[in-house]
Each structure stands twice: as C-alpha cells, then as structure tokens.
C-alpha cells in the first residue's frame, strides 16, 4: 500500500497544479498531522466534481465528503428575503 501511494504522488501534485491553473481547484490543505484534508473547487455541476474526484491519480486510495457552499452575502440576502415574506 506504501509503495502505491508512493507512486501516485507526482502525477496528483501535477494533476491538482493543472487544475488550479484552470481554475478549478481554489484551495486545497491537509490537516497537520493527518492524511485528511480539504479543497475547495469551482464546478458547474455535482457531475463536474465527481468526475475531478474520481479521474485524481489518488482516488482509489481516498474517500471524500462533498459539501457545497454558498457565498455568504448571498446567503444572508436569501434569509432576509424567507424572512421578510415569514412576517407579512
């Protein structure tokens, strides 16, 4: 499993390079200390992010969680839209 992973490294250093340069990729970090981390990707669609993570060199070592955000300002304009129509 070691030596897996070991072979995997630069072609996922590489494939997330390519997808930062398409704007793709926005942010990624591991946790210290840990083999988990977080990315932060730019997708038109849940199929669009799907297929980044499945098509990552390391997919079959990895497991992922998706959770969508929101921009916060649109998100607190959309509550005080469900908001004001709650009080009419």
């Not at 630069?10 to 793709?24: N, Q």
């Not at 390391?58 to 009080?87: C, G, H, N, Q, T």
């Amino acid at each position: 499993m070691m030596k897996a992973a070991l072979d995997v490294i630069p072609a996922s250093i590489e494939y997330e390079r390519s997808l930062k340069e398409k704007g793709k990729v926005l942010a990624s970090y591991t946790f210290a200390g840990k083999s988990e981390g977080v990315g932060i990707f730019d997708v038109e669609s849940h199929e669009e992010l799907n297929d980044i993570l499945a098509k990552m060199p390391s997919s079959l070592m990895l497991s992922f969680e998706a959770i969508p955000i929101v921009d916060f300002e649109y998100s607190l304009k959309v509550w005080k839209e469900v908001l004001e129509r709650a009080l009419k």
